[in-house]
C-alpha cells in the first residue's frame, strides 16, 4: 500500500509542480514576482512553523540559524524569487526546462571546486545534449515575437537555476540536523522578510488590498499546491521509491508546464521547442545517471 501511495505522491508531484511555473506565470501578469514569491513563502513558512513549534520543536540556535538564512537566501530568494520574477519576460515552459537543467550545473560546480565528479563519456554527452537542448530552445524563441525584457528573464531563470545547483551542493556536503520540514518552514519565512524588503526598496510593490482576485487565486494555488501539498508529497515519494523513480518528476514537470502554457496561455510551441526540451531532458538524464553509477562504484569500494 506504501508503494502505491508513494507513486500516487511522485504523480502529484510531477504534474502539480508542472502547473505551478503556468499558475505563477498568471499571477505575474497583474503583481510583481517578488511580491508574489515573498506572500507564497510568508504563509506556506507560517504553516509549517506554526505545526513544528505546536509540536514541541525548538527555536534554532544561533549556528543552525545562521545556516537557515545562507539556505533561505540560495533557495527561496534566489531561486524561486527570481525564477518567479523571470516569467513576467519568458514563456512557463521554458523558465521550467532551464530550472531542470540543474544536475548538470551541479556536475559541473562539483567538477570545478570540488574535483569529485569525473567526465565519463555518458557525462560528457548528457552535458552536450542538455546545453544543445537549450539552445534549440532558446534560438526558437529568440526569433520569435518574445515580449519586452526577454534576456533579462532568461538571465534571471539561469541565475535561479545555478542558485538552486549551489544550495543543492552546500547542502548534500554539510548535513544539518534539523527535520526538513521544520528547516524548510524556517527558510521560507526568513526569505519572505528578505523578499518583501527586495520588493520595497525596488519600488516594484503592489499593496495587498490592490491584488486581484486572477493573482489571489494563483498565489492560494502555489501555497497550497505548490508549497504544502506537493512538498509533503516530494519527501514522501523521496522516502518510500528508488531514487532513480522518484527523480523522474524532474522530467515531467517541463513537459506539463510547456503543454499547459501552450493551452491556457497561448504560449508559442513549435517543433523545434518540443524536440529542443526533449533532448535537454534526455541530457539531464543521462547525466544523472553516469553520476549513479560514479556513486554505486564508490559506495562499493568503501565497503570493500
Given at each position: 500500500?506504501?508503494?502505491?501511495?508513494?507513486?500516487?505522491?511522485?504523480?502529484?508531484?510531477?504534474?502539480?509542480?508542472?502547473?505551478?511555473?503556468?499558475?505563477?506565470?498568471?499571477?505575474?501578469?497583474?503583481?510583481?514576482?517578488?511580491?508574489?514569491?515573498?506572500?507564497?513563502?510568508?504563509?506556506?513558512?507560517?504553516?509549517?512553523?506554526?505545526?513544528?513549534?505546536?509540536?514541541?520543536?525548538?527555536?534554532?540556535?544561533?549556528?543552525?540559524?545562521?545556516?537557515?538564512?545562507?539556505?533561505?537566501?540560495?533557495?527561496?530568494?534566489?531561486?524561486?524569487?527570481?525564477?518567479?520574477?523571470?516569467?513576467k519576460y519568458v514563456p512557463s515552459g521554458m523558465a521550467a526546462l532551464i530550472a531542470?537543467?540543474?544536475?548538470?550545473?551541479?556536475?559541473?560546480?562539483?567538477?570545478?571546486?570540488?574535483?569529485?565528479?569525473?567526465?565519463?563519456?555518458?557525462?560528457?554527452?548528457?552535458?552536450?545534449?542538455?546545453?544543445?537542448?537549450?539552445?534549440?530552445?532558446?534560438?526558437?524563441?529568440?526569433?520569435?515575437?518574445?515580449?519586452?525584457?526577454?534576456?533579462?528573464?532568461?538571465?534571471?531563470?539561469?541565475?535561479?537555476?545555478?542558485?538552486?545547483?549551489?544550495?543543492?551542493?552546500?547542502?548534500?556536503?554539510?548535513?544539518?540536523?534539523?527535520?526538513?520540514?521544520?528547516?524548510?518552514?524556517?527558510?521560507?519565512?526568513?526569505?519572505?522578510?528578505?523578499?518583501?524588503?527586495?520588493?520595497?526598496?525596488?519600488?516594484?510593490?503592489?499593496?495587498?488590498?490592490?491584488?486581484?482576485?486572477?493573482?489571489?487565486?494563483?498565489?492560494?494555488?502555489?501555497?497550497?499546491?505548490?508549497?504544502?501539498?506537493t512538498f509533503i508529497a516530494f519527501i514522501y515519494s523521496m522516502k518510500h521509491l528508488?531514487?532513480?523513480?522518484?527523480?523522474?518528476?524532474?522530467?515531467?514537470?517541463?513537459?506539463?508546464?510547456?503543454?499547459?502554457?501552450?493551452?491556457?496561455?497561448?504560449?508559442?510551441?513549435?517543433?523545434?521547442?518540443?524536440?529542443?526540451?526533449?533532448?535537454?531532458?534526455?541530457?539531464?538524464?543521462?547525466?544523472?545517471?553516469?553520476?549513479?553509477?560514479?556513486?554505486?562504484?564508490?559506495?562499493?569500494?568503501?565497503?570493500?
Amino acid at each position: 500500500m506504501s508503494k502505491q501511495k508513494a507513486y500516487g505522491a511522485l504523480a502529484v508531484t510531477s504534474i502539480v509542480w508542472g502547473t505551478t511555473w503556468v499558475t505563477s506565470k498568471i499571477g505575474v501578469k497583474h503583481v510583481p514576482g517578488l511580491e508574489i514569491a515573498a506572500i507564497r513563502q510568508f504563509i506556506a513558512g507560517t504553516f509549517f512553523l506554526v505545526f513544528f513549534l505546536l509540536k514541541g520543536y525548538r527555536v534554532p540556535d544561533r549556528k543552525t540559524f545562521g545556516w537557515l538564512v545562507l539556505m533561505a537566501f540560495l533557495m527561496f530568494v534566489l531561486a524561486n524569487g527570481f525564477a518567479t520574477l523571470a516569467l513576467k519576460y519568458v514563456p512557463s515552459g521554458m523558465a521550467a526546462l532551464i530550472a531542470a537543467l540543474y544536475p548538470l550545473s551541479v556536475v559541473l560546480i562539483d567538477l570545478l571546486f570540488f574535483k569529485n565528479t569525473r567526465i565519463t563519456l555518458l557525462t560528457f554527452l548528457g552535458i552536450v545534449l542538455g546545453i544543445g537542448g537549450i539552445g534549440l530552445v532558446f534560438y526558437d524563441h529568440a526569433f520569435y515575437n518574445h515580449p519586452e525584457g526577454y534576456m533579462w528573464g532568461v538571465l534571471l531563470s539561469f541565475i535561479a537555476m545555478l542558485s538552486w545547483s549551489i544550495g543543492t551542493v552546500i547542502i548534500a556536503r554539510n548535513k544539518l540536523k534539523l527535520n526538513p520540514y521544520y528547516a524548510t518552514g524556517w527558510e521560507m519565512l526568513i526569505s519572505s522578510v528578505i523578499l518583501f524588503v527586495m520588493a520595497k526598496l525596488n519600488g516594484d510593490f503592489l499593496p495587498i488590498n490592490r491584488i486581484p482576485l486572477e493573482s489571489w487565486a494563483a498565489i492560494s494555488y502555489l501555497i497550497v499546491a505548490g508549497s504544502v501539498i506537493t512538498f509533503i508529497a516530494f519527501i514522501y515519494s523521496m522516502k518510500h521509491l528508488e531514487p532513480a523513480i522518484a527523480a523522474l518528476y524532474a522530467y515531467i514537470n517541463p513537459i506539463v508546464a510547456i503543454l499547459i502554457g501552450s493551452m491556457l496561455l497561448d504560449e508559442h510551441l513549435t517543433f523545434k521547442i518540443l524536440a529542443g526540451s526533449v533532448i535537454t531532458l534526455a541530457g539531464v538524464f543521462m547525466v544523472n545517471r553516469s553520476l549513479r553509477k560514479q556513486r554505486a562504484v564508490i559506495a562499493a569500494q568503501q565497503e570493500n
